[in-house]
């Protein structure tokens, strides 16, 4: 498997959290390496759902996530011809999983929120939306991303095909959020991006948005091919009874 990043858009009152979990891998089209994600899974959690639940949920996400991708690493062990038996055997050595990048949306939500998930063991990257095209990377582990910027993102990865959704509810409803996504520009010339409609959520956008904005980490080696699995993560506690039936 490639690098694997996860995008958290924190719920606040009228909106719900929403993950995304993308792996990045690298192809080659016409000699140059492109960079392609297959998302292995989507989740909105319930509207209300208090932030230490959702640390837990975060955090039960981020396990499951290391285990498929350690399960995929054995499984991929390279295998080697063996004169002693004159036959091919698999080595399987000590497989390490690359650490997990989780960006979370902590524009509205604040520090004390980013706090209370870092409780949890994870290192967390908070992201803070801003006026322009720009994604800077500071020097106290944060970045800030224009709006605009994210959007074009969003575009050239869709238009290009270079976003592979599974078949899930989840699915259906971010291409609703996608038709329901405006610009609007202001007296001021300020542009603004989001779901106005009364009604209308941007959440799986956003989480969508903040997994495939890395492209700075590339693997050794291009991935000429992928697969469409789907992470499936633990089932929810009894207290997530507000879900939808899948």
Same mark, same amino acid.
Request: proline letters at 7%; charged letters at 20%.
């Given at each position: 498997?490639?690098?694997?990043?996860?995008?958290?858009? $924190?719920?606040?009152?009228? !909106?719900? @959290?929403? *993950?995304?979990?993308?792996?990045?891998?690298?192809? =080659?089209?016409? #000699?140059? %390496?492109?960079?392609?994600?297959?998302?292995?899974?989507?989740?909105?959690?319930?509207?209300?759902?208090?932030?230490?639940?959702?640390?837990?949920?975060?955090?039960?996400?981020?396990?499951?996530?290391?285990?498929?991708?350690?399960?995929?690493?054995?499984?991929?062990?390279?295998?080697?011809?063996?004169?002693?038996?004159?036959?091919?055997?698999?080595?399987?050595?000590?497989?390490?999983?690359?650490? $997990?990048?989780?960006?979370? !949306?902590? @524009?509205? *939500?604040?520090?004390?929120?980013?706090?209370?998930? =870092?409780?949890? #063991?994870? %290192?967390?990257?908070?992201?803070?939306?801003?006026?322009?095209?720009?994604?800077?990377?500071?020097?106290?582990?944060?970045?800030?991303?224009?709006?605009?910027?994210?959007?074009?993102?969003?575009?050239?990865?869709?238009?290009?095909?270079?976003?592979?959704?599974?078949?899930?509810?989840?699915?259906?409803?971010?291409?609703?959020?996608?038709?329901?996504?405006?610009?609007?520009?202001?007296?001021?010339?300020?542009?603004?991006?989001?779901?106005?409609?009364?009604?209308?959520?941007?959440?799986?956008?956003?989480?969508?948005?903040?997994?495939?904005?890395?492209?700075?980490?590339?693997?050794?080696?291009?991935?000429?091919?992928?697969?469409?699995?789907?992470?499936?993560?633990?089932?929810?506690?009894?207290?997530?009874?507000?879900?939808?039936?899948?």
């Amino acid at each position: 498997m490639g690098p694997i990043t996860i995008g958290v858009d $924190i719920g606040q009152k009228a !909106d719900p @959290t929403a *993950v995304a979990v993308d792996e990045m891998q690298w192809r =080659t089209e016409g #000699g140059k %390496r492109v960079d392609y994600h297959i998302i292995r899974h989507l989740e909105r959690l319930p509207l209300g759902t208090k932030y230490p639940v959702v640390a837990q949920r975060l955090a039960a996400i981020h396990a499951g996530v290391r285990q498929m991708s350690l399960q995929a690493r054995t499984q991929a062990a390279a295998t080697v011809y063996d004169p002693a038996i004159t036959a091919y055997r698999r080595v399987v050595g000590q497989q390490t999983v690359p650490p $997990i990048r989780i960006y979370v !949306d902590a @524009t509205g *939500v604040g520090q004390p929120v980013v706090d209370l998930l =870092t409780q949890t #063991g994870m %290192r967390l990257c908070p992201c803070y939306f801003t006026y322009g095209d720009r994604r800077i990377a500071q020097h106290d582990g944060t970045v800030t991303i224009g709006k605009a910027w994210l959007v074009s993102r969003l575009q050239a990865l869709l238009q290009s095909g270079r976003i592979l959704l599974p078949k899930t509810e989840e699915s259906a409803a971010l291409a609703k959020e996608l038709l329901d996504y405006e610009i609007k520009v202001d007296q001021e010339a300020n542009d603004k991006y989001g779901a106005f409609r009364v009604g209308a959520h941007d959440d799986l956008v956003t989480a969508l948005g903040l997994a495939v904005q890395d492209v700075a980490r590339v693997p050794g080696s291009p991935v000429a091919g992928g697969t469409r699995t789907v992470f499936r993560p633990a089932p929810l506690p009894r207290h997530f009874n507000a879900l939808p039936p899948r």
